[in-house]
């Protein structure tokens, strides 16, 4: 074996490792949780609020994230300020909505300055065009 096939297997634990972060990450609301936390942390009712979730279902979501060590916490009194646990998460998850918006859009919005307007054109179902 030489040195560059070493380079390309990995070992079974990290495996599994990215696997269940891949399966922490594939569900909505964890995604939109995330989304949320990139500018930095917030608290649950904020997070709540970010999402349109109801307090408690976030609570749920945020504690199956942070057993994976994909949020991390910090108590200020009565209240639980969560945050991306590291920027490899952060960019994983920005990078899956940039990939989201490269297949929805003509012009993806990371790819559009700030103050340029682009009109998204309206994709018709045959169905549509028929009547």
């Known amino acids: 074996m030489n040195a560059d096939t070493q380079d390309r297997t990995l070992p079974d634990e990290l495996v599994e490792l990215a696997v269940e972060t891949f399966r922490m990450l ?4 964890r995604v939109r949780l995330l989304w949320a936390l990139h500018d930095g942390e917030l608290s649950v009712g904020e997070l709540a609020d970010a999402v349109g979730k109801p307090p408690p279902a976030v609570s749920q979501h945020l504690a199956k994230l ?3 060590r994909i949020v991390r916490t910090r108590r200020e009194g009565t209240h639980v300020y ?8 952060a960019s994983l998850v920005r990078d ?4 989201a918006e490269h297949a929805s859009d ?4 990371h790819h ?8 998204t054109p309206v994709r018709l ?5 028929a009547r």
């Open 26 to 29: 594939a569900d909505g609301t």
């Open 66 to 68: 942070r057993m994976a």
């Open 82 to 89: 969560y945050r991306i646990d590291n920027d490899h998460i």
């Open 96 to 99: 899956a909505v940039h990939n």
């Open 106 to 109: 003509d012009v993806p919005a």
């Open 112 to 119: 559009r300055s700030p103050t340029e307007t682009v009109v």
């Open 125 to 129: 179902r045959r169905e549509d065009v």
